[in-house]
């Protein structure tokens, strides 16, 4: 049945996840059994709302009250009776292929990391059992490619990009797909979606049927940067520092691109782990690129890093303007070192085991009002520890931009409050002062009212430990 807005129909998989438990049914069914319910709902609501102008989780799903999915085993399988489904997510009242696939996608993984990683792992320590778990997930979503010489480039940037930077990302993914490279991305739009478009293109001009276009994403934020349908495959990580880890552990090298609080938060997460002593030989490709305008906004960037983590931060990336071209050839050649070492130190080609991650970068941060405030933005701590601190920071700020709780928590108990070393939180403001300035918070917005207040202090009576 199809409204002018809305579509109820049922869909079943094409080709994978046929059946399920009837354990697994209930499971999904009953908020009380896990809460999976409302967290299906809600990603499955964000992959059909693809396209979606919306960058606010809480705005969503108040737009579309009256969504519900449900979950039923049929004599060919397992069937989704959508209700009230957006309409974009149709072409003539059949689903979009792409679409589908996200849908079942969505499923595989709430069920797996549900049901499967509570048992796994035994024997570990805790940092250990992270990875350990990140593994799993992508070896499940058969992500895990072990037969493939390095060539997954990771491009992350805005959501909230102008059309000039738009097309920029597609020319560099066009000139990646040349070279027979695959593109991994937070699988929203903009500068997540860019890079897959123009590589597509790439791939069809050399014949390559298979090439990989991996959206990896996580609950909190799913609803905001619903997947494009170009995303092949679809991996949803339990929160952001797994998502963050699978990242880097699946990718070879990484491409940023002009962006805002979410871009920074993973330019900290990278540079922190780089910094770390134990993975300073590691080569991990790093490029900070977008087209001709974008200096200023580079520039910004650059002198924030240097400011808080130091030159030695600024030794792990070049900043390239305006020229795709240089891009491809400088990452092509940072995969060539890549799958130099591998070879020499017997390193997986599939997933990066020798990288360290210290506890701090994979412990989920809550961001509540407490936790923001008791951060610790000041010296005397490692730079990596500063990272991990900043990158919390910075998760926290998007998570009042677009995330349902987060949202929520600001209108109930104001802006958080960020406190640190005064001449940190001058960089820090002037860095998120440029974001605003610049349009990248959020989207289609006419007048930013920041969810965050900054407080320089001397010295902190309280810090949480990274």
């Known amino acids: 049945m199809i409204?002018?807005?809305f579509v109820t129909t049922s869909v079943t998989p094409l080709d994978n996840l046929d059946t399920l438990s009837p354990y697994e049914v209930a499971k999904l069914h009953d908020a009380s059994k896990g809460g999976l319910y409302k967290l299906f709902r809600q990603c499955s609501l964000a992959v059909l709302n693809c396209g979606s102008e919306l960058d606010s989780t809480k705005k969503v799903l108040e737009k579309f009250q009256k969504f519900d999915i449900k979950i039923s085993q049929k004599h060919r399988g397992v069937q989704l009776?959508?209700?009230?489904?957006?309409v974009s997510a149709f072409v003539d009242?059949?689903?979009?292929?792409?679409i589908r696939e996200h849908l079942f996608s969505v499923l595989r993984d709430l069920l797996y990391v549900g049901d499967e990683l509570d048992k796994c792992c035994a024997g570990l320590d805790d940092s250990e059992t992270i990875s350990n778990m990140v593994f799993h997930i992508l070896r499940h979503a058969e992500a895990i490619r072990p037969h493939v010489k390095p060539n997954l480039v990771v491009c992350w940037g805005g959501h909230s990009i102008s059309r000039h930077e738009y097309e920029y990302t597609k020319k560099v993914g066009y000139e990646l797909g040349l070279r027979a490279l695959d593109i991994c991305t937070g699988c929203g739009p903009g500068a997540m979606k860019g890079p897959m478009k123009g590589a597509t293109i790439?791939?069809?001009?050399?014949?390559?049927?298979?090439?990989?276009?991996?959206?990896?994403?996580?609950p909190g934020i799913i609803a905001a940067e619903s997947p494009n349908p170009i995303v092949n495959e679809l991996i949803i990580m339990p929160d952001i520092e797994k998502r963050l880890e699978a990242f880097v552990r699946l990718g070879h090298g990484i491409i940023v691109f002009p962006g805002g609080a979410g871009t920074a938060e993973e330019i900290l997460y990278i540079l922190g782990l780089l910094l770390h002593e134990r993975n300073s030989d590691i080569p991990f490709p790093l490029i900070f690129?977008?087209?001709a305008g974008s200096e200023e906004y580079f520039a910004t960037v650059d002198q924030f890093i240097r400011q808080t983590l130091g030159d030695e931060a600024s030794q792990r990336y070049e900043i390239i303007i305006d020229d795709a071209h240089e891009v491809a050839l400088r990452m092509n050649e940072g995969l060539r070192n890549v799958t130099e070492y591998r070879k020499a130190t017997s390193e997986?080609?599939?997933?990066n085991w020798q990288l360290y991650i210290p506890a701090g970068f994979q412990q989920p941060f809550e961001p509540t009002h407490d936790n923001m405030a008791k951060l610790n933005i000041n010296h005397g701590q490692s730079n990596f520890e500063l990272a991990a601190n900043l990158r919390c920071a910075l998760s926290g700020i998007v998570a009042g931009n677009v995330k349902e709780p987060g949202i929520r928590a600001i209108e109930e108990h104001g802006p958080f409050d960020i406190q640190g070393d005064p001449a940190m939180m001058g960089e820090l403001d002037r860095l998120l002062t440029s974001f605003v300035e610049q349009r990248r918070m959020k989207l289609n917005y006419k007048e930013y009212t920041p969810c965050y207040r900054l407080s320089p202090v001397a010295e902190q009576a309280e810090v949480s430990e990274t």
Request: proline share 5%; hydrophobic share 30%.
């Open 81 to 86: 009776d959508l209700i009230n489904a957006p």
């Open 202 to 218: 790439a791939h069809a001009k050399q014949r390559i049927d298979d090439g990989r276009y991996v959206g990896i994403s996580e």
């Open 289 to 291: 690129t977008g087209p």
């Open 3 to 5: 409204t002018e807005q």
């Open 93 to 98: 009242g059949e689903i979009i292929t792409g």
């Open 348 to 351: 997986s080609f599939h997933f």
